[in-house]
């Protein structure tokens, strides 16, 4: 295992020596500079874990050679060390970002505790850079399609503004990928992202959630408890599916919000917090305003900047850039070769309609990277792992394949797959096709309605269509519901 690298700059030979001395028996690997210049140089060459200089040096003094370490390599602690230096200079090294300062002569203990200090944080400051990345190469917009580039267009215009967000959209389409990289393109980005769902709370714990809690305000809170927003202080509080929160819980955040003053459950404390709120939800907010479901003045507080996040089915074009984003992820992920999508295959993933939008999608690739067994995806073998209930499929659970590919929508023909009609089929064979498709068709739709009671809209979501498409198959088909009194 590599030692840590720790860099002394001091422009005394004899204190670098003794210095050196003190420190390689602790499990460092010692690198020496006579001058701040000699030191920036050596940060370049070598992998240095952490910094102990001197205030003062000839030519760039040790201040100025600290503002240049904080401004390129903030990861990396400095510790400043000075005979001559007072309480001032002690305090204006640390204002400017120095981990900490040490008087000579320098006490090995009081330096190696320092010491063990400074690489613990800088072993944190590393994982958080390396979940940062890790973040942001997770989190990523992937698209080019013009709908794709106006909502990229909007992140970058509201992230560095103070404003609130609404972000609006189907489920599945990413509205929490948006609102994080509204935080990170923030000033707040350095500053907590914390999330709440609050259609997965019971109404009676979302003010808890939201604003904490004392010991002993209610049963089981054996403890105290920092609510949402006072852990979002400074940061940015992402409320999901904000349409589904209580009314009275709307009525206190509301409150909250406008004076930026929270009180805990039980608690009598006022807290004052700085809050950014990004709001989500896969509602028409204005329509729940208008049906009293939603407050209309907290809709108006929470909607400065409107975004909405288009679904899947309207960026057709960007639908293979994603399905090989997502491919090539998940089989880095599960460490198995890159799989190649034929034609075909390509064909059905742009026919599909995608209800789940970029979540099934991604899904759908991770199902192919994980129980795929060859490298080469054809339509066939895409239409093992598509869900059953998606528009392009159309069906319940344990329908043939061939037949859910019967029940493509009307105005695209059936889906490609196995063992259809070729393009070159003459017109008696493709005929004869269309007829028992339409004849397969009808049977689905008649055993899915009567399972349902004939209940339409029950039935269009268990094959994944809407009212108006199944209406226009049944009428187009001739599936008639039997009279009461008609014979089996």
């Keep these: 295992m590599q030692k840590p690298q720790l860099l002394i700059v001091d422009d005394e030979e004899r204190i670098r020596e003794g210095l050196q001395l003190v420190l390689e028996p602790m499990g460092l690997e010692v690198v020496c500079a006579g001058s701040a210049e000699e030191g920036l140089e ?198 999901d599916e904000v349409a589904d929160m209580d009314l009275a819980a709307q009525a206190k955040l509301l409150r909250a919000l406008g004076t930026g003053e929270v009180e805990r459950v039980g608690g009598s404390e006022i807290l004052h917090v700085d809050v950014r709120l990004v709001c989500a939800t ?86 192919l990277a994980i129980m795929h067994p060859t490298n080469i995806v054809s339509a066939e073998g895409l239409y093992n792992y598509l869900p059953p209930a998606g528009p392009s499929s159309a069906l319940g659970a344990g329908t043939p394949r061939g037949e859910q590919a019967a029940l493509a929508d009307e105005d695209l023909g059936p889906a490609p797959a196995a063992g259809h009609a070729a393009p070159d089929a003459d017109s008696e064979s493709s005929a004869l096709l269309k007829e028992r498709l339409e004849e397969a068709e009808k049977k689905i739709i008649e055993d899915v309605l009567q399972r349902w009671g004939w209940n339409v809209t029950r039935a269009a979501e268990e094959l994944g269509v809407d009212r108006a498409t199944l209406h226009r198959r049944t009428r187009r088909l001739g599936v008639q519901r039997p009279r009461p009194d008609a014979s089996d």
């Design 282 to 367: 896969n509602r028409n907010l204005r329509a729940e305003v208008d049906a009293g479901r939603f407050r209309e003045d907290l809709y108006f507080r929470i909607c400065v900047i409107p975004i909405a996040v288009p679904a899947l089915r309207d960026r057709n074009g960007d639908i293979l850039e994603l399905a090989e984003h997502f491919l090539a992820r998940c089989c880095a992920e599960n460490g198995r070769p890159p799989l190649q999508l034929e034609a075909d295959a390509r064909r059905v993933l742009q026919e599909h309609q995608w209800p789940g939008n970029v979540r099934e999608l991604r899904n759908l690739m991770e199902r």
């Design 42 to 239: 050596a940060l370049q060459s070598h992998s240095i874990n952490i910094i102990l200089m001197d205030l003062y040096l000839p030519g760039m003094n040790g201040i100025e050679a600290l503002e240049r370490i904080v401004r390129d390599h903030p990861q990396i602690p400095c510790i400043m060390i000075s005979g001559q230096g007072g309480i001032a200079d002690a305090v204006r090294a640390v204002q400017l970002g120095a981990f900490d300062f040490i008087e000579k002569p320098v006490q090995p203990n009081r330096l190696a505790v320092t010491i063990e200090k400074a690489l613990r944080h800088h072993k944190i400051l590393n994982e958080l850079k390396a979940h940062r990345d890790e973040i942001r190469r997770e989190w990523q917009l992937v698209g080019s399609c013009p709908a794709m580039k106006k909502l990229k267009a909007e992140i970058s215009r509201s992230a560095p503004s103070t404003g609130w967000v609404l972000i609006e959209g189907e489920n599945g389409t990413g509205k929490e990928l948006v609102a994080r990289l509204i935080h990170e393109e923030s000033a707040r980005r350095d500053q907590p992202f914390i999330r709440l769902n609050s259609a997965a709370l019971p109404t009676e714990l979302v003010e808890s959630e939201l604003f904490g809690h004392e010991a002993g305000a209610f049963t089981g809170a054996t403890k105290r408890r920092k609510g949402k927003l006072e852990q979002a202080h400074e940061g940015t509080l992402f409320l």
